[in-house]
């Protein structure tokens, strides 16, 4: 019979029966099977394998501790038995294949704590690590999904936030033959931006607002620039919705939001990329009497359009 074979519920203690304590010799018992009755699942083994290692078991099963039987027997063991056979495998050779799954490992390594098994836990771990390795995200997107949200995203983030707002159930209108493709193509480049720039900025997803596709940029929670994709333009008998893809200014804008970076530490290569743009900024600004830090660059692409009330064909 193997050693680590569950006996089924039929040979459990029958209810009413009172445990008695009682302790063990090996050297009484030596490679004779002994019966284990682990939380309700049964298992046969001998002393030489619950002794082997110097484990809770080992103490058990040489006399240094007392041990309860039923009067059939069977050595009764308060824990949960579900991992009792992987722990006499280990025991036998050493070694186990260990579970798939991060919970599994991380009940078989209690159940090691519990026995005393060092060697076994510092395969749980390692084993659990590896995992987190594999598995740990590069970078996490949240997805919008009420104002306050966002707001409080915002407002609490120690980095520049980027976000993508693109909902295309807002349209009203038929799109134009490209327009489907430019807004996967800022989908894309939202998600190589995220990838390449996760650990400076905070990368956001919208999509619950009014336009179909548009950027937002922010630095120190406040607002700095904002990129719209889409336009209304006029066939002969409709109007469509057209959605660009403004490659440059969304790059451009990203690496403007470095400069808010907390703590902020001057970036030379970020300073000359963008001074050409900040200083055409800074003339029609200073014009306005305005500081720069305290508007908000919005670039459409196209005018926008989202009322006509023209006649068709006029």
């Known amino acids: 019979m193997s050693g680590d074979t569950c006996l089924g519920s039929a040979l459990c203690p029958a209810a009413g029966h009172k445990p008695k304590a009682g302790g063990l010799k090996g050297s009484s018992l030596g490679n004779k099977y002994v019966r284990l009755n682990v939380g309700g699942s049964l298992y046969y083994t001998t002393v030489q394998v619950l002794t082997r290692h110097d484990t809770m078991?080992?103490?058990?099963?040489?006399?240094?501790?007392e041990v309860l039987t039923d009067k059939e027997g069977w050595i009764l063991i308060d824990r949960c038995g579900k991992h009792f056979g992987?722990?006499?495998?280990?025991?036998?050779?050493?070694?186990?294949?260990?579970?798939?799954?991060?919970?599994?490992?991380?009940?078989?390594?209690?159940?090691?704590?519990?026995?005393?098994?060092q060697g076994l836990v510092d395969?749980?771990?390692?084993?659990?690590?590896?995992?987190?390795?594999?598995?740990?995200?590069?970078?996490?997107?949240?997805?919008?999904?009420?104002?306050?949200?966002?707001?409080r995203l915002i407002e609490s983030s120690m980095k520049p936030v980027v976000k993508l707002l693109y909902n295309r159930s807002n349209n009203k209108y038929s799109y134009t033959s490209n327009s489907d493709d430019n807004l996967l193509k800022n989908i894309e480049l939202f998600d190589k931006l995220s990838l390449r720039f996760n650990g400076r900025v905070?990368?956001?997803?919208?999509?619950?607002?009014?336009?179909?596709?548009?950027?937002?940029?922010?630095?120190?929670?406040?607002?700095?620039?904002?990129v719209c994709c889409t336009s209304i333009v006029y066939a002969t008998e409709k109007k469509q919705t057209k959605v660009e893809f403004p490659e440059a200014r969304i790059y451009e804008e990203t690496l403007n939001v470095l400069l808010y970076e907390t703590p902020r530490v001057p970036d030379n290569s970020l300073l000359e990329a963008?001074?050409?743009?900040?200083?055409?900024?800074?003339?029609?600004?200073?014009?306005?009497?305005?500081?720069?830090?305290?508007r908000v660059r919005r670039i459409h692409v196209k005018r926008y359009s989202t009322y006509d009330d023209r006649q068709l064909g006029h």
């Open 274 to 294: 963008t001074s050409r743009s900040r200083s055409q900024a800074s003339h029609s600004e200073d014009d306005e009497g305005l500081e720069l830090r305290e």
């Open 57 to 65: 078991l080992k103490a058990m099963f040489s006399g240094r501790m």
């Open 123 to 151: 395969m749980c771990q390692a084993a659990l690590q590896d995992k987190k390795d594999l598995y740990e995200p590069v970078c996490s997107i949240p997805i919008i999904t009420s104002p306050k949200e966002e707001e």
């Open 202 to 226: 905070l990368f956001i997803k919208d999509v619950i607002g009014d336009e179909i596709c548009c950027w937002s940029f922010y630095g120190q929670g406040r607002k700095l620039a904002e």
């Open 86 to 117: 992987t722990i006499l495998n280990y025991l036998r050779d050493d070694t186990i294949a260990l579970p798939k799954h991060r919970q599994e490992i991380k009940a078989l390594m209690a159940e090691a704590k519990y026995y005393l098994i």
